[in-house]
T-cell receptor, first 109, second 116 residues
Framework: DAKTTQPNSMESNEEEPVHLPCNHSTISGTDYIHWYRQLPSQGPEYVIHGLTSNVNNRMASLAIAEDRKSSTLILHRATLRDAAVYYCILSNSWGKLQFGAGTQVVVTP | DAGVIQSPRHEVTEMGQEVTLRCKPISGHNSLFWYRQTMMRGLELLIYFNNNVPIDDSGMPEDRFSAKMPNASFSTLKIQPSEPRDSAVYFC??????????????FGPGTRLTVL
């Protein structure tokens, strides 16, 4: 299964944008790029996903490199509620998710 | 919508006892997943079902673990006999369409299992 590489942690000030990078150099043509987050003491929560084109939704934006070997999750205005572990995951044809260690996002007031 | 429902939310048991975790997926969802989360190993996929049929159980640790999905609205994960190393948070998730890579998974609140 293709793997992803993310920084262990990132810090941001409240109301500032957060850019979370993810490298996935072994991605295959049919792999989707998914982002989930996990708030403390909760189950993971879907954030966004994409295949080739950039994607936007109410939670975040996903920017995918042209060669698809990397992507960036963008939180436009971080709030204290966005403090969580963010996981970048490649899904196979069955939609199977393999979670890595993720990036711990810390938001300071 | 109620979301994915898991029970119990907390379970404390003694080594050697049988433990059964329960999950009710979101109505209409065709895929169901069981995960386990520990500090040491993170989130691991144990097994998943498509249309009530187990597709991949390669993540199930050993024969002490078994999972069933007798119908589209109910699944169980059983550990018999339980051991202290099974202590973890167990999550159930469901997804609308079987075999679709782009579908999001909806996670339940988890069951925190402690085996003494």
């Amino acid at each position: 299964d293709a793997k992803t590489t993310q920084p262990n942690s990132m810090e941001s000030n409240e109301e500032e944008p957060v850019h979370l990078p993810c490298n996935h150099s072994t991605i295959s043509g049919t792999d989707y790029i998914h982002w989930y987050r996990q708030l403390p003491s909760q189950g993971p929560e879907y954030v966004i996903h994409g295949l080739t084109s950039n994607v936007n939704n109410r939670m975040a934006s996903l920017a995918i490199a042209e060669d698809r070997k990397s992507s960036t999750l963008i939180l436009h205005r971080a709030t204290l509620r966005d403090a969580a572990v963010y996981y970048c995951i490649l899904s196979n044809s069955w939609g199977k998710l393999q979670f890595g260690a993720g990036t711990q996002v810390v938001v300071t007031p | 919508d109620a979301g994915v429902i898991q029970s119990p939310r907390h379970e404390v048991t003694e080594m050697g006892q049988e433990v059964t975790l329960r999950c009710k997926p979101i109505s209409g969802h065709n895929s169901l997943f069981w995960y386990r989360q520990t500090m040491m190993r993170g989130l691991e996929l144990l097994i998943y079902f498509n249309n009530n049929v187990p597709i991949d159980d390669s993540g199930m640790p050993e024969d002490r673990f078994s999972a069933k999905m007798p119908n589209a609205s109910f699944s169980t994960l059983k550990i018999q006999p339980s051991e202290p190393r099974d202590s973890a948070v167990y999550f159930c998730a469901s997804r609308p369409i079987a075999g679709a890579s782009g579908n999001e998974q909806f996670f339940g609140p988890g069951t925190r299992l402690t085996v003494l």
